[in-house]
């Protein structure tokens, strides 16, 4: 089989691959919704490609990225409801560092906690889609779910989903850095 290529039929960097894979709140999910086969065939390759060091049975979230930003009032959640927040991150890729539109998800706690949550799933990295009738997030890969607040409670994933460091003041959600895993 020959190297994968990128949409213009050059070769895919793994630059490009990353990029690609972290661009896009509606392409992610849609992804994650609609071609479930594909996902479980890619997720393997995923993580080969990206060399992530927990092979096998777990994967870290999306690059690095540092600092601080605001997400959103506090009225623009539901209590215990997630909801699906584009951010767009500076995200450094094989040392160039480009602003790139990720998602998270976003879970009130109450008016002064809140949880938020990377989408990748903890198992190989596929996206996961809230599900209001499962109260779940389901991954689309291989059957992993998680409950609201990211604990796993079905299928492979080893541990729960990664969050991000997450403040609330003056009516103001704030996102940090990744919590790094246990
Ligand atoms: Fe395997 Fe989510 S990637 S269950």
Known sequence: MGPATSPQGGPLTRRGFVLRLLAGVGGVLAAALVVPAAGFAAGPAIAGRLRW???GGSVP???RATGWRAIGPVGDFELGVPKLV????PVKVEGAVE???VAV???EQDQADAVILDIHCTHMGCPVAWSDGAKRYLCPCHGGAFTATGDPVAGPPPRPMDRYQTQVTDQ?????PLIEPA
Not at 172 to 176: E, I, K, L
């Open 105 to 107: 998800y976003v879970v």
């Open 99 to 101: 602003p790139t539109q």
């Open 53 to 55: 060091p927990f092979l």
């Open 86 to 89: 584009p951010v767009t991150l």
């Open 61 to 63: 979230p999306t690059p």
């Open 172 to 176: 103001q959600v704030w996102m940090g």
